[in-house]
């Protein structure tokens, strides 16, 4: 653990310690903008500040370091602000690497949900629009996305919207008309135009949002201008599809599709692009869950609940296990993934060290982190039946033993790094903020 300071006055650098070629701030901006050298290249940096030389330090956020060197933005009083950073390093380097991201992540909040019923129905009343959200009843939600402008987005499946939390707290119906339907494709106002039953979605660049609208064979694109279209139809209802994953470009699409809206798996993932439409890439998964693509690699990362795995495919359609025995029991907290039992695992996202989030259907309800070593690690305990927003408030892994999820769908990495999770049955988003609790 190592810190840089610098001291300002209304923006204005004063003093900037000296560290040569070890970690410490490079440059400040009237602006607030501050750059730093000699950051790990897989760890987290944090930018504290306070208003007087000798007061109480503040967490003002945290940004995860992939390079030596970095910027990030400080918040300026109208009098002095003295800043200084933390760095910590959260490669496998360190014996210390998960105990350092764990201390990098906050509070556990909910953000939208009442948990009153578990209803395989739609629970959408005309007075939640504009309510706050946590006094919603949400309709068995799949997938959730923090956006770059703070929002959260909900794709609530059997109310067949896409709803939006703002930072303020409040939700709103950002695409559907909460009527399951479909009364054609756009251009139009998300808010005009039907869904049916939405089961995945994906968050690209820029905000916009994907979404998969399954009984109506299309996936949709929303602008944050809030308007959508269809960027293709597939040919058949993608019925249980929940798998979702749009390359920045738009030049290639992965998607999941099987069964009905309400019982069969989805055992197919196809692909399409924009001169050879959709085609079939393997039949043989057992029941889709998340996936996410590397665009680096071409590589594909797909959670298959039925086989109690979490593979690597290829470019060359070869399929890897990375996490996940095939059973259901073994290994656990601390041991190689490969050699652990998970019940069910519904999605796979990625941090930047590398390092990867799965998630348990039930019995299993936990949340699991992946380092990049292999090694695996219980993020959350998590429960079948409702926690009732248990740990609201307190940082996320206090009490580690005790249950705080319950059927989680999706575990998914924000812009600014907090984690958007979704506990579809009784209906809650929940948030990790990405912003340690204590200097």
């Given at each position: 653990?190592?810190?840089?300071?610098?001291?300002?006055?209304?923006?204005?650098?004063?003093?900037?310690?000296?560290?040569?070629?070890q970690f410490g701030i490079s440059s400040q901006g009237r602006d607030g903008r501050i750059t730093w050298a000699g950051a790990y290249t897989n760890g987290v940096v944090t930018?504290?500040?306070?208003?007087?030389l000798g007061g109480e330090w503040s967490v003002q956020r945290n940004y995860f370091t992939t390079n030596a060197a970095g910027a990030g933005r400080v918040e300026l009083s109208?009098?002095?602000?003295?800043?200084?950073?933390?760095m910590v390093d959260i490669s496998t380097n360190t014996p210390r690497h998960y105990t350092n991201l764990l201390e990098s992540y906050g509070i556990l909040e909910t953000v939208?949900?009442?948990?009153?019923?578990?209803?395989?129905?739609?629970?959408?009343?005309?007075?939640?629009?504009?309510?706050?959200?946590?006094?919603?009843?949400?309709?068995?939600?799949?997938?959730?996305?923090?956006?770059?402008?703070?929002?959260?987005?909900?794709?609530?499946?059997?109310?067949?919207?896409?709803?939006?939390?703002?930072?303020?707290?409040?939700?709103?119906?950002?695409?559907?008309?909460?009527?399951?339907?479909?009364?054609?494709?756009?251009?139009?106002?998300?808010?005009?135009?039907?869904?049916?039953?939405?089961?995945?979605?994906?968050?690209?660049?820029?905000?916009?949002?994907?979404?998969?609208?399954?009984?109506?064979?299309?996936?949709?694109?929303?602008?944050?201008?809030?308007?959508?279209?269809?960027?293709?139809?597939?040919?058949?209802?993608?019925?249980?599809?929940?798998?979702?994953?749009?390359?920045?470009?738009?030049?290639?699409?992965?998607?999941?599709?099987?069964?009905?809206?309400?019982?069969?798996?989805?055992?197919?993932?196809?692909?399409?692009?924009?001169?050879?439409?959709?085609?079939?890439?393997?039949?043989?998964?057992?029941?889709?869950?998340?996936?996410?693509?590397?665009?680096?690699?071409?590589?594909?990362?797909?959670?298959?609940?039925?086989?109690?795995?979490?593979?690597?495919?290829?470019?060359?359609?070869?399929?890897?296990?990375?996490?996940?025995?095939?059973?259901?029991?073994?290994?656990?907290?601390?041991?190689?993934?490969?050699?652990?039992?998970?019940?069910?695992?519904?999605?796979?996202?990625?941090?930047?060290?590398?390092?990867?989030?799965?998630?348990?259907?039930?019995?299993?309800?936990?949340?699991?982190?992946?380092?990049?070593?292999?090694?695996?690690?219980?993020?959350?305990?998590?429960?079948?039946?409702?926690?009732?927003?248990?740990?609201?408030?307190?940082?996320?892994?206090?009490?580690?033993?005790?249950?705080?999820?319950?059927?989680?769908?999706?575990?998914?990495?924000?812009?600014?790094?907090?984690?958007?999770?979704?506990?579809?049955?009784?209906?809650?988003?929940?948030?990790?903020?990405?912003?340690?609790?204590?200097?």
């Amino acid at each position: 653990m190592k810190r840089g300071v610098l001291l300002g006055s209304c923006a204005c650098l004063l003093f900037q310690a000296a560290f040569s070629a070890q970690f410490g701030i490079s440059s400040q901006g009237r602006d607030g903008r501050i750059t730093w050298a000699g950051a790990y290249t897989n760890g987290v940096v944090t930018i504290e500040t306070a208003d007087r030389l000798g007061g109480e330090w503040s967490v003002q956020r945290n940004y995860f370091t992939t390079n030596a060197a970095g910027a990030g933005r400080v918040e300026l009083s109208s009098g002095n602000t003295f800043v200084r950073l933390l760095m910590v390093d959260i490669s496998t380097n360190t014996p210390r690497h998960y105990t350092n991201l764990l201390e990098s992540y906050g509070i556990l909040e909910t953000v939208a949900g009442r948990g009153l019923s578990n209803v395989d129905t739609s629970q959408w009343l005309p007075q939640y629009e504009g309510e706050w959200a946590t006094n919603v009843c949400l309709s068995r939600p799949h997938i959730s996305f923090g956006d770059s402008r703070g929002n959260v987005l909900i794709v609530d499946q059997r109310s067949s919207s896409v709803l939006i939390v703002t930072p303020a707290g409040r939700l709103h119906t950002y695409a559907g008309t909460h009527i399951a339907g479909d009364n054609g494709d756009g251009p139009a106002y998300a808010t005009n135009l039907h869904l049916n039953n939405p089961n995945g979605g994906w968050l690209g660049t820029n905000d916009v949002l994907y979404v998969l609208d399954t009984e109506n064979a299309k996936v949709r694109k929303i602008t944050p201008e809030g308007i959508m279209t269809t960027m293709f139809t597939a040919p058949n209802p993608m019925g249980d599809g929940r798998a979702l994953w749009v390359k920045s470009d738009e030049s290639l699409v992965y998607f999941g599709s099987g069964g009905t809206a309400t019982s069969g798996a989805a055992t197919n993932l196809y692909r399409w692009t924009p001169t050879g439409g959709v085609t079939l890439v393997r039949n043989d998964f057992k029941e889709l869950g998340n996936i996410v693509g590397d665009e680096r690699t071409g590589d594909l990362y797909v959670s298959d609940r039925g086989a109690n795995r979490v593979y690597r495919l290829s470019t060359n359609n070869v399929l890897t296990p990375i996490a996940g025995n095939g059973t259901t029991s073994g290994g656990g907290e601390g041991a190689p993934a490969l050699e652990t039992g998970l019940i069910a695992p519904r999605c796979v996202a990625f941090l930047p060290n590398g390092g990867w989030f799965t998630c348990e259907h039930d019995p299993g309800n936990r949340i699991w982190y992946i380092d990049p070593a292999g090694i695996i690690h219980r993020w959350i305990n998590g429960a079948k039946t409702n926690a009732f927003r248990v740990g609201d408030g307190e940082w996320f892994y206090a009490n580690p033993d005790l249950p705080k999820v319950s059927r989680v769908r999706a575990v998914i990495p924000g812009p600014a790094g907090n984690l958007i999770i979704t506990e579809s049955n009784y209906g809650y988003v929940r948030r990790i903020r990405f912003q340690r609790m204590a200097p």
